[in-house]
């Protein structure tokens, strides 16, 4: 799973896509953390889990704005129109 995030965010253009691509790859380091807590029998992994999960909320909101300001600036989501973008 996260191999396929990874290869989505490498070939894709499309900001979307890298943000999707990115929740991928952030899910799938989750759920190897709930699986290792399960087979030690330890409840770190479900905590691990919990700050993974605050971290793709700050992510998808950081994301969505800047998605947002691209497409409302140049009218398109290409990432290469990122270089663009002046602060």
Do not use: P
């Amino acid at each position: 799973m996260f191999a396929l995030g990874l290869i989505g965010l490498l070939v894709r253009r499309n900001i979307l896509f890298i943000l999707m691509s990115t929740e991928v790859m952030l899910n799938a380091a989750g759920l190897a953390f709930i699986v290792a807590g399960a087979r030690w029998g330890a409840a770190d992994g479900q905590v691990m889990f919990f700050f993974i999960l605050g971290l793709a909320a700050a992510e998808v909101s950081v994301g969505l704005a800047l998605v947002l300001r691209m497409h409302h600036q140049y009218r398109s989501l290409d990432a290469d129109l990122l270089s663009r973008m002046r602060g």
